[in-house]
């Protein structure tokens, strides 16, 4: 059976023009080194149009056969050895193979030489007095620029610090004064605690001393009203008296408020004098021609205290010729 692949793969070999001019021998040698049978090699050279019997090698490289003394023996059935191919020819160089490799050659010499001369001499060479001045004057120029910029900076930051410490200065007394302020509001503070404090303690000693005032005003005023009830009841039996005897009043103890007053005087109390009957609300008044003609008028207590604006007054009123009369308080 033999191989369809192997058996195409060999007839384009075959039919290639490179191969077409090699001896037959070399080209069934190449077949047999791709594992082709003798009958795929066969009928690969049927179908390229060459005869299979071309396909032997010669008589002259096969082997001889071997005879002993025993008998003949038949030859031995088999492939035929395989034949290795010669080695190629080596290749043959003309004068265009070598100007080929002179101009390369020469082209990379002087491609090396030119960056070498470009870069890299620059580099080793020592350098020439013309540069070295050049270089001189450089760097000359590059101290001076740095020895501007340094006094530059050091004249800059002079006039920082001048600046920080007028800064600074305004600021402390800036801080002076606002804690002057803040010493004098906080004392202000204190005082006005202080001044709160003692007005609170005021108000509340006054609310507290204002009812004891009162009950001692109170207690004061009982006492002179008791003592003007006694007053107006001698004076109401003096009165009664008068008007029922019809002469002179008997001598007897009557309070004398002023020992230098007249008769139709009222009597003071307390140094105020008595203000006429006719002329305030604590005057006298009769009716009836007795008390028309009674030498007396009555009696009007002023007294002002110290914690008492009001003054209480007395009248006496007489009412009727029979002699009865009622007393009436006005305060």
Known sequence: MVREDLIEGAVSFLQDPSVANAPIEQRIAFLRSKNLTQDEIDTSLARVGQSPASSQP??????????????????QQGYPPQWQQPPPEPPHRDWRDYFIAATVFGGAGYALYWTAKRYIYPLISPPTPAQIEQDKSSIDASFDKAFALLDQL???????????????????SALGEVEGVVGRMKAANEDRELESKRIAKEIGDIRDSIPKALEKEKAATEER????VAEVKSLKTLVANRMQGGGAPPARSTPSFSSARP???APTVNGTGA????AENGALETNGTAAQSSPYTAPVYNSQTPNSGNTPTAALRSNGASGSSSWSYLW
């Open 225 to 228: 009203l008791k003592e003007l």
């Open 154 to 172: 050091a004249t800059d930051t002079q006039e920082l610090k001048s600046n920080e410490a007028a800064r600074k200065e305004r600021l402390d």
């Open 263 to 265: 008769a139709t005087d």
């Open 275 to 278: 203000i006429p009957s006719s």
């Open 58 to 75: 010669p008589v002259a490289y096969r082997q001889p056969q071997q005879y002993n003394n025993t008998g003949y023996q038949p030859a």
